[in-house]
């Protein structure tokens, strides 16, 4: 798929980094830049353009004028700072030729189609530059609203709205149809596909995330009078609750991914005993007993070791994402168009984030995946081979012809 190839190497070509990566922040002049390719693309191909409020953009392929429904496939434009070729763009491009190749079949097939096709660029997928991330896509799915989201803060004073009507992409032609099911075609951020030689990952779902921030109290004393055994050092309590909770994961030993990566101290003064220290733990695993339990054992833990040098500690937030499903008939769906174009797929829960997770909150949504090399992403060396890359395009255009032409 030749063309397909061009398209991402075109795309490639704005926000290269000197490394071979890619650094495209939502709502800059070279998002701009990439919005005006692909909006050319679109026109150039006979779908109609559309743009919502929240820079969404939408390239409609008219199959069945009698239909208001539609089926929507895509992904984003947007990179990280330190991004690669492939990540969204990939999803956005072969959705377009998808989109294209899906009309041809309905034009040689007169009567088949049942409804109409879309692709997709969704608004800061990344929130790189902008949080939260996956904005354009829950706007659309309705979970935030599009005065939350023109109010996004991109830490310099410029907000997402002001920045989107600068690039002028502040749309006002949404979507009129009514959306029937999503599809989503993505690089996976990950290697299992790659370990287990599987052509497609068909996604069922994501991770659990359990995010846990936690208050340690103690005294706050000068460093130079305050004898060692009068202490009540609130930093030393989550330097050994930091150390505890990698010591979980690792007498657990069932693939948990955690971190401590935020720290707050009082008073963060180099010759005072801290008094008070705040620190963001998560825990993730897509089995939802697994991330509850360990995380009860590590506050039970932490728990029993800050009393012990004379700290108290409380929990400020205890937040569970629960680990949320994709549509079981489209992960169906997906596995029977590769099994019938003759691909190993893996079933598989995605660890990252993507804009089907956010759309399936308003309509059936589903994710598939290509191997990744190395399982890199949000990186230069981000790389996928062309023929993985067709195999997914394939799955694709299938997946949207039966979606497209499915009775009832
Ligand atoms: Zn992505």
């Excluded at 990566?21 to 701009?32: E, F, H, I, M, S």
């Excluded at 309905?106 to 189609?113: E, Q, V």
């Excluded at 308003?362 to 191997?371: G, H, K, M, T």
């Amino acid at each position: 798929m030749t063309e397909l190839h061009d398209l991402i190497a075109a795309f490639a070509a704005i926000g290269a980094t000197a490394d071979g990566g890619v650094c495209r922040l939502t709502a800059t002049p070279l998002d701009k830049d990439a919005r005006d390719l692909f909006l050319r693309e679109i026109a150039g191909r006979d779908l109609l353009p559309r743009i919502d409020a929240i820079g969404n953009m939408f390239g409609v392929a008219v199959l069945a004028p009698a239909s208001k429904e539609i089926v929507i496939t895509g992904s984003h434009l947007d990179s990280q700072p330190t991004g690669g070729r492939y990540d969204g763009v990939y999803g956005v491009l072969a959705g377009l030729l998808a989109v294209q190749a899906v009309r041809d079949r309905a034009l040689a097939s007169p009567g088949k189609a049942r409804r109409n096709l879309a692709v997709a660029n969704w608004t800061n997928e990344e929130g790189a530059r902008f949080q939260p991330s996956l904005t354009g896509s829950s706007v659309f799915a309705g979970s935030l609203l599009l005065q939350q989201a023109y109010a996004c803060d991109d830490g310099d004073g410029v907000t997402l709205g002001d920045a989107l009507a600068a690039i002028g992409y502040r749309g006002a032609s949404p979507l009129t149809f009514e959306p029937l099911r999503y599809v989503e075609l993505h690089v996976e951020q990950g290697d299992h596909l790659e370990r287990e030689a599987a052509d497609i990952g068909a996604v069922s779902g994501a991770w659990m995330t359990r995010k846990i921030s936690v208050m340690f109290e103690g005294d706050v004393s000068h460093t130079g009078p305050t004898p060692m055994g009068r202490r009540r050092d609130a930093l030393r309590a989550a330097a050994r609750a930091i150390e505890a909770l990698y010591s979980e994961v690792e007498l657990a030993n069932v693939g948990v991914h955690a971190s401590a990566a935020k720290i707050s101290v009082f008073p963060n003064s180099p010759n005072v005993v801290a008094g008070r220290v705040r620190v963001w733990f998560e825990v993730r695993h897509e089995d939802e007993a697994v991330v509850l339990t360990l995380g009860d054992r590590f506050l039970a833990r932490i728990k029993q070791e800050a009393s012990a040098i004379g700290v108290d500690i409380s929990i400020a937030a205890d937040e569970r994402r629960a680990a949320p499903t994709l549509d079981p008939a489209g992960l169906e769906l997906v596995r029977g168009v590769a099994s019938d174009l003759g691909m190993k797929t893996l079933t598989l829960k995605t660890v990252t984030g993507h804009d089907a997770l956010a759309i399936q909150k308003r309509i059936p949504s589903s994710l598939i995946f290509v191997p990744s090399k190395d399982g890199l992403s949000h990186n230069p060396r981000e790389f996928t081979a062309p023929e993985a890359l067709d195999k997914g395009y394939e799955v694709l255009v299938e997946t949207l012809w039966r979606m497209v032409t499915a009775e009832g």
